[in-house]
């Protein structure tokens, strides 16, 4: 994977700066995470949407009704690989405003929250 979706650059966001941007609740954020939905069982942070990329096919064709592609989007997953593919896709369908959370929500209990648990 290069990083790259039909020429534009993946943007990506730290843990961090996801931290600040939730402490503001930012209305028009999109939070999605595309973990399985035992990975969200066992650590998840407060306001994300779970869209599991094993459940593709279940709901791809609905993303524009559940979603709005010109709010800011940030994807989550458990390292940053899924978040990616999802991001490289959302843009695919024409989402103009998508970021990645580098290093998942692994980083993020390492570095930001140490009560949401590492797996």
Known sequence: MTGQSFGQPLAQISVEELAQRLSKAEPD??????RE???VAIAN?????NFPLS???GWANEIHTCLNPHAETLVICHHG?????????LMAQG???VKNIAGGIDAY????????PVY
Not at 45 to 49: A, D, M, T
Not at 82 to 88: D, E, G, H, I, Y
């Open 29 to 34: 954020l999109q939070l999605l995470d595309v």
């Open 37 to 39: 939905p035992q990975e």
């Open 45 to 49: 942070i407060e306001g994300f949407v």
């Open 55 to 57: 459940e593709f096919a």
């Open 81 to 89: 690989i899924r978040s990616a593919q999802m991001c490289q896709w």
């Open 95 to 97: 989402f103009t405003n």
């Open 109 to 116: 209990s390492t570095l930001v929250d140490p009560s949401i």
